[in-house]
């Protein structure tokens, strides 16, 4: 198939997209969101565009979602630490891009390594500085209004400044493909190198500028990532590389050289983001982007090799998957039924998480007493850059209230405050995002009584006295370095002989909480108790210490009761300390209605909740009320 008949098809699939989503997505088809695609485009897009001529070289860069994470720590670093202004961190992490994107050229160009092999290398190596320089935990926050700007700001309230940056990198990009001697020397390279030498090319240096093109746009896109985040972190980026690719193959580059356009990366591109955003304003879920990302991508090289036939075919999948996503979307259970009714966007940190998933069972159970419509969406993992995704939907979508457990507490908060600059009502609920970023918060539990209650059970299993460890889920998660921050004021003042060693990740999974449980038994031998603050990482931490045999160490922590009864009842498990879990979500439901409506403002006393009756407020808080400790004499009884 020729250049123009692949885009025909790939342009009549993203018209169809388009078609569908206009139908079954609430506020799609609108100006304000057509530049919102285009904001949501920016970092992926400057990735897409450098890889484009690396790919038509015969070439891959799998290390530019790595080089966007150490460019965004070295950003954050410079600033906060060594007192660099903006301009001078920004010209630093661009450097650092150009210096890693040179050494890609270095050993691919100069000692004919292959790409492939080089770049799966420092996608490592780039990944492991950036945690390096953070050690796993660091982020880098409170960055000038200036800057964030750049990634959250409008030109005249309706132009993204990172769209520009975007056009100017279109522009670029495509006069250096199709206008210059260097374009041409790289569709030669990618067709054969050989040739390409024997025809007096200087072969080298035009493939190390591809990859020092990577490199440098890589780094761009850690810049306006970390103003469009608010927030610098070493997994910046992670994900981005694969996107990208596929946006340039789906744009019809070959992924063997010699044939590729920038037009038609950004239909690969465009494709990927209408994808992205109409399923979710249209209230689908998100996990479909990789099946449907998929299926277009199969779609579009199947009828790349077919011809017309594979045209017609490609036609007919298309729309029977736009007629299927309508059907989907009529009978999803979340979808509103009338717009008289309170819409809610209630996210959780993970959706996979058991925890959660407790929590949307008392979630939909208030919305179907209260006739709410209850969306449910967010990250399958911790992600605090997908979590603003989720919440720009929302709002694009024009939601009443929206609910969100924070991931991270600054990067979440400025997106909120912008929902409420729009008129939409904000609660948080499990963790917090700064106070001025939302309405109210549903607590769960106050820091202080969930932190002291954890100090005082690894008090009681160690007898007063002894070391223990602390599992953690995210180290930046602000709700959980409150519970420490209250273990360690509650040990000072009640328990002075008891001694916390370490505190460790666990990112909310319970196989990373096995190992690191499992180096602590090693590392530290006179530990007697873990106390595990996140509910996959108690039992993980369980089983490490089933697995050891020791006898001697117990596990204390919050989580869910059914997923710790067989270790309780093993005695592997001392006990568990947590709130119920669905009462949680349902309450949460119950605020976000009554909030909605206006039945629920600053200086009211308490909210009546349903079954629950009347919960207390106090000030810009719901409280739940007190934790519960589940032991091996009273866990049968609860099953959440």
Same mark, same amino acid.
């Given at each position: 198939m020729t250049g123009g008949l692949h885009w025909r098809v790939l342009f009549g699939l993203l018209l169809i997209e388009i078609l569908v989503f206009s139908f079954i997505g609430r506020n799609f088809f609108t100006g304000a969101n057509a530049f919102e695609i285009v904001r949501l485009s920016a970092e992926l897009g400057l990735l897409a565009l450098s890889l484009t001529p690396a790919i038509v070289t015969g070439g891959i860069d799998l290390s530019v979602g790595s080089m966007m994470g150490l460019a965004a720590v070295v950003f954050g670093k410079l600033w906060r630490d060594f007192g660099f202004s903006v301009e001078m961190a920004a010209a630093a992490a661009l450097t650092v891009g150009l210096a890693g994107g040179g050494l890609n050229a270095l050993l691919i160009a100069r000692l004919k390594v292959s790409p492939l092999i080089v770049t799966l290398g420092t996608y490592s190596l780039f990944r492991g500085l950036a945690e390096g320089i953070t050690g796993g935990l660091d982020s880098f926050t409170g960055f000038p209004a200036g800057f964030l700007y750049l990634g959250q700001g409008y030109i005249g309230g309706i132009v993204p400044p990172q769209a520009l940056i975007l056009v100017l990198a279109v522009i670029g990009t495509d006069?250096?493909?199709?206008?210059?001697?260097?374009?041409?020397?790289?569709?030669?390279?990618?067709?054969?190198?050989? @040739?390409?030498?024997?025809?007096?090319?200087?072969?080298?240096?035009?493939?190390?500028?591809?990859?020092?093109?990577?490199?440098?746009?890589?780094?761009?896109?850690?810049?306006?990532?970390?103003?469009?985040?608010?927030?610098?972190?070493?997994?910046? @980026?992670?994900?981005?590389?694969?996107?990208?690719?596929?946006?340039?193959?789906?744009?019809?580059?070959?992924?063997? @050289?010699?044939?590729?356009?920038?037009?038609?990366?950004?239909?690969?591109?465009?494709?990927?983001?209408?994808?992205?955003? @109409?399923l979710r304003l249209a209230t689908l879920p998100a996990e479909l982007t990789g099946i449907l990302t998929g299926l277009l991508l199969i779609v579009t090289l199947g009828a790349d090799r077919m011809r017309r036939r594979g045209m017609i075919a490609a036609a007919l999948v298309a729309l029977a998957g736009g007629a299927w996503l309508v059907a989907a979307h009529r009978g999803a259970p979340d979808a509103p039924a009338s717009g008289k009714r309170i819409t809610v966007g209630m996210m959780p940190k993970a959706k996979g998480d058991p925890y959660f998933v407790s929590c949307l069972k008392g979630a939909q159970e208030a919305a179907r007493e209260l006739n709410v419509d209850l969306i449910w969406d967010g990250p399958t993992e911790l992600d605090a850059a997908k979590q603003n995704e989720v919440v720009e939907g929302w709002i694009t979508r024009g939601v009443d209230v929206i609910a969100v457990a924070v991931e991270n507490q600054a990067a979440i908060s400025t997106v909120l405050r912008k929902a409420r600059s729009r008129g939409i009502r904000v609660l948080t609920w499990d963790a917090d995002s700064l106070p001025d970023a939302r309405d109210f918060l549903i607590n769960q539990g106050t820091a202080q009584d969930i932190g002291y209650t954890l100090a005082d059970e690894a008090s009681r299993i160690l007898g007063g006295s002894g070391d223990f460890a602390i599992i953690t889920g995210a180290l930046s998660a602000a709700n959980q370095n409150q519970w420490i921050r209250y273990i360690k004021e509650r040990i000072a003042e009640k328990h002075p002989e008891l001694k916390l060693i370490v505190v460790r990740p666990s990112d909310d999974d319970r196989d990373r909480a096995f190992a690191e449980a499992q180096t602590l038994l090693k590392v530290y031998p006179n530990m007697k108790v873990i106390v595990a603050i996140a509910a996959p990482a108690v039992p993980g931490a369980a089983e490490a210490v089933k697995q050891s045999g020791r006898t001697d160490v117990k596990v204390t922590g919050l989580s869910l009761p059914n997923m710790c009864k067989p270790y309780v009842h093993a005695g592997t498990i001392e006990s568990v300390v947590l709130w119920n879990t669905t009462d949680l979500g349902y309450l949460t439901i119950y605020a976000a209605d009554a909030l909605g409506k206006g039945a629920l403002k600053r200086g009211d006393t308490s909210l009546r909740a349903g079954r629950l009756g009347a919960v207390k407020v106090n000030a810009d808080q719901v409280l739940l009320g007190l934790p519960l400790i589940f032991t091996k004499s009273n866990i049968d009884h609860f099953d959440f």
């Open positions: 006069l250096l493909m199709r206008r210059s001697v260097i374009g041409r020397a790289l569709y030669a390279i990618g067709f054969s190198p050989e @040739g390409a030498r024997w025809a007096g090319l200087p072969v080298n240096s035009r493939v190390s500028l591809v990859y020092l093109l990577s490199g440098f746009a890589s780094a761009l896109a850690a810049i306006i990532y970390v103003a469009h985040l608010g927030q610098a972190k070493a997994d910046a @980026g992670t994900g981005y590389e694969l996107a990208a690719i596929t946006a340039v193959v789906l744009g019809g580059t070959s992924i063997f @050289g010699g044939r590729g356009t920038i037009p038609g990366t950004l239909l690969g591109l465009a494709a990927i983001v209408v994808l992205r955003n @109409g």
